[in-house]
């Protein structure tokens, strides 16, 4: 069922790079053959080296990420062979910003028990954080020739849940039209909503509205992008809601 939307924007710039956090820290790497938190470091990257690596489609859109590592360990403690296990989000390149890091790794001959490390094989979680300080709100507004539609309502949507929002960051157009829209946040997530409001983007039935005062804008074109879906009426008076 669709059904009429409420939509706000929160507008943002694209800040300078800030805080970095690498997630292999005091307790070690989670390790492959090596006992979880048991690894020594030698040496890990620091805040420079990340920022000197950092994604740069990832940071046009203002997005933090992660990448988990899996490399062997040599005689002299460096990593080699290293493969990306996993990386989020998708296609922003954190997986290759993070092999880029593993020349700044070297671990201890030996684990805390006294475990040789060369040889063995490592898991190491990397993560990539930017500060979220963001201007006041931008209205989003249904485009004229889409007035008489609705946003999407996920079909077969059941239960308590009454409202959702979707945390974009887009690219504005002089004329208001919202491209590269890159899903940041889904609240809650996994029921459908984040690919309801990139179907309508795609279907240019979102457009931004006039920036608020004294808002200067992003010099990228970037905004922060909120939408909001309210639940068909038809469906909170048949509970009673």
């Known amino acids: 069922m669709r059904a009429n939307a409420k939509f706000s924007a929160r507008a943002g710039f694209c800040a300078g ?3 970095f956090a690498i997630l292999a820290g005091a ?13 020594q470091w030698v040496a890990r990257p620091v805040g420079d080296d990340l920022a000197r690596v950092y994604p740069t489609r990832a940071h046009r859109f203002e997005l933090s990420g992660r990448a988990v590592l899996r490399c062997s360990v040599e005689h002299d403690g460096t990593m ?10 998708v296609d922003m390149g954190f997986g290759e910003a993070a092999l880029a890091l593993t020349p700044r790794f070297r671990l ?27 201007p006041p709100e931008r209205p989003v ?39 590269t829209c890159v899903t940041v946040k889904e609240i809650p997530g996994a ?7 990139q179907r309508m983007v795609a279907e240019g039935q ?8 004294n ?25 009673g809601r």
Do not use: H
């Open 141 to 179: 507004v249904l485009r004229p020739s889409g007035a008489a539609a609705a946003a999407y309502w996920p079909e077969g949507l059941a239960g308590d849940l009454g409202a959702a929002a979707v945390l974009m960051n887009c690219f504005v157009g002089d004329d208001g039209s919202l491209r």
């Open 80 to 89: 080699s062979g290293c493969g990306v296990l996993f990386e989020e989000p």
């Open 17 to 19: 790079l800030g805080a």
């Open 191 to 197: 029921f459908g909503f984040k690919e309801a409001a």
């Open 108 to 134: 201890a001959a030996r684990t805390r028990t006294g475990q040789p490390t060369a040889g063995g094989t490592v898991r190491v979680p990397i993560r990539f954080v930017m500060p979220g300080d963001y």
């Open 27 to 39: 307790t070690g790497a989670v390790a492959a053959d090596l006992s979880i938190g048991d690894v």
């Open 215 to 239: 808002v200067p804008a992003p010099a990228d074109g970037i905004w922060r992008i909120r939408v909001e879906f309210r639940k068909p009426l038809a469906d909170r008076q048949g509970t």
């Open 206 to 213: 979102l457009a931004a509205g006039e920036p608020p005062a």
